[in-house]
């Protein structure tokens, strides 16, 4: 075959493959997309309704969806759509929406757009919602919307004309929407108004905003306000946050400013959330003893909630007996809580009788208190337990008012004289101030126990 004949054969087998790759590809890249065609439709024309288009059947399409979310995504993109051509003709469509979750959806978009360009005429619309929870989401999103052309405009209405849950709502709204522009302005703003509900809502608002943004301008303000409640609500506002995002840093400031260690215990509790032993060596070295107490004490409140064993463990070896005792025997009762058989075999573990006996005391009371009847159980199964008179003391007194029949049987039972006889006459006595007539019943039936109550 001559070259040049060859040459182009090849050629023509060429362009004949690649045509038919060709075909297949873009075969079956139509697949997926006729398919997404077919899939969804309805939803994807609702995402992006023109203002021209939405109408009261779309509405009711939406309606009738049962994806919640997507349901509520549609709302709020019609309510926004309809809202840039007719707000009022909007938000008379607001009847025709069951629910308050999908009111709020709806009504949010809608309030925000229509206030920014009409704010009189959105809070007018608001106005005529019934009171509660959908009247002040509406007020919080057309105010927000306002505050971002004439915050303090904003503000000052809201403080001024709204009230309760309403007048809340707005503020915090509005000072979320204030401090993301100019924090300064925002808190002097509340720094006005510090006598007043709006004044501390506002603060506390700004003040978590500016801890998420500049801390240390955050608590170096709210430091120089004048001693009071409104300077405790700013920093305990911005040292909470601070200190559950970055607790260490807010540890060194509180540090820096022991005038303010008072409020170790905020830093303290956000920070075991996320590192409970670094917390507790954070409080243990504060210098003033109430502060160091009580810090070390929140620290082991929520330590003994997650993990009781490890904090037990760090009170162990704290040097200072008493404030040891007093740990431990909050953590054992916080531990009773979740698992009072484990904390009772803990408790029962301590040797020197006093020490045991408290710590028994604190588990037991705290199990009487929240789940009787499974002490109760335990009781069946560990008559003669050196705690078991212990549990039966405080059975008594936790079915003492709401049954009396079942703590004298409880009390009865109690090995101890004295302390047996003790508690049969307190629950004679209280049972006898309550309800005489059904005590004189019992005691006809019981009559070895009528000499133990008292003229």
């Not at 409140?301 to 904090?311: F, G, I, N, T, Y």
């Not at 028994?360 to 109760?376: G, I, K």
């Not at 560990?382 to 709401?402: F, G, K, V, Y």
Request: charged share 20%; aromatic share 6%.
């Amino acid at each position: 075959m001559h070259p040049r004949t060859q040459t182009l054969g090849w050629l023509f087998l060429l362009i004949v493959s690649h045509l038919g790759w060709w075909w297949h590809g873009a075969r079956d890249r139509a697949i997926p997309v006729a398919k997404e065609q077919a899939m969804s439709a309805d939803s994807r024309a609702l995402s992006a309704i023109p203002s021209s288009s939405a109408s009261p059947a779309q509405l009711a399409g939406i309606l009738e969806s049962l994806d919640v979310d997507q349901r509520q995504r549609d709302l709020g993109r019609y309510a926004a759509s309809a809202a840039s051509s007719d707000p009022k003709a909007a938000f008379a469509q607001l009847d025709r929406i069951p629910g308050l979750a999908d009111k709020q959806a709806y009504l949010n978009p809608l309030l925000s757009l229509w206030a920014a360009s009409d704010p009189e005429a959105a809070l007018a619309a608001c106005a005529s919602l019934p009171p509660g929870e959908l009247r002040a989401s509406a007020y919080a999103a057309a105010t927000s919307a306002w505050a971002n052309q004439a915050p303090q405009d904003a503000a000052d209405w809201a403080a001024g004309r709204l009230t309760g849950s309403a007048r809340t709502a707005a503020v915090e709204a509005i000072a979320q929407t204030w401090a993301r522009h100019d924090p300064s302005a925002a808190a002097k703003w509340a720094l006005d108004k510090a006598a007043s509900k709006a004044g501390t809502t506002a603060i506390r608002v700004v003040m978590e905003h500016w801890a998420n943004t500049a801390p240390d301008e955050g608590a170096a303000w709210a430091s120089q306000l004048p001693a009071g409640d409104f300077r405790e609500t700013a920093l305990r506002s911005v040292l909470a946050e601070w200190a559950d995002q970055h607790p260490a840093a807010a540890a060194s400031w509180m540090d820096a400013h022991p005038e303010n260690s008072s409020l170790a215990s905020i830093v303290a509790h956000a920070w075991t959330e996320s590192d409970p032993t670094a917390a507790a060596a954070w409080a243990s070295q504060l210098q003033e003893p109430g502060q160091r107490s009580a810090a070390i004490g929140t620290v082991i409140s929520s330590w003994a909630a997650a993990d009781p064993d490890q904090a037990l463990s760090w009170v162990s070896r704290l040097p200072d007996a008493s404030l040891r005792a007093e740990l431990t025997s909050r953590t054992l009762g916080t531990w009773a809580a979740d698992d009072p058989a484990q904390a009772l075999i803990h408790a029962d573990a301590f040797r020197q009788p006093e020490e045991r006996t408290a710590m028994q005391e604190q588990v037991l009371s705290t199990w009487a208190s929240t789940a009787p009847d499974q002490l109760a159980d335990w009781l069946n199964s560990h008559p003669n337990l050196q705690s078991s008179d212990i549990a039966r003391q405080h059975l008594t007194q936790a079915w003492m008012e709401s049954r009396p029949e079942t703590a004298l049987t409880v009390a009865s039972s109690i090995r101890q004289p004295e302390m047996r006889m003790q508690l049969l006459q307190t629950v004679l006595a209280d049972w006898q101030e309550k309800n005489p007539r059904a005590l004189a019943g019992y005691l006809q039936q019981h009559p070895q126990l009528a000499p133990l109550l008292k003229p």
